[in-house]
């Protein structure tokens, strides 16, 4: 994955993400949401196989780049508790 800056101020990001689709950039759009200084965060995407999620982030009271780091930590987060409880899952499966 790699970020391309459209545009950068303290309260509003947007941005490109390349090599991205609808599965990371709306479970990020849905972390950003429980932000209660995030005002806005949405993504567009023109084709899901021609182009790459266009991604904008409106935060109030609180540095829009902040909002998106801790968003971004949280996900690795959940993904690495999802990872525990997944193989967990798998080694007591017992098949019938």
């Given at each position: 994955?790699?970020?391309?800056?459209?545009?950068?101020?303290?309260?509003?990001?947007?941005?490109?993400?390349?090599?991205?689709s609808?599965?990371?950039?709306?479970?990020?759009?849905?972390?950003l949401?429980?932000?209660?200084?995030?005002?806005?965060?949405?993504y567009?995407?023109?084709?899901?196989?021609?182009?790459?999620?266009?991604?904008?982030?409106?935060?109030?009271?609180?540095?829009?780049?902040?909002?998106?780091k801790?968003?971004?930590?949280?996900?690795?987060?959940?993904?690495?508790?999802?990872?525990?409880?997944?193989?967990?899952?798998?080694?007591?499966?017992?098949?019938?």
């Amino acid at each position: 994955m790699t970020i391309r800056m459209i545009e950068d101020k303290p309260e509003f990001m947007k941005f490109e993400v390349i090599g991205e689709s609808h599965g990371f950039c709306n479970v990020l759009r849905r972390i950003l949401i429980e932000d209660p200084y995030v005002v806005f965060a949405g993504y567009s995407l023109e084709h899901p196989l021609l182009s790459n999620p266009i991604m904008s982030v409106r935060t109030q009271d609180k540095p829009a780049k902040e909002a998106l780091k801790e968003a971004l930590e949280k996900l690795i987060a959940r993904s690495n508790e999802f990872a525990i409880k997944f193989d967990e899952s798998v080694q007591n499966f017992e098949p019938f």
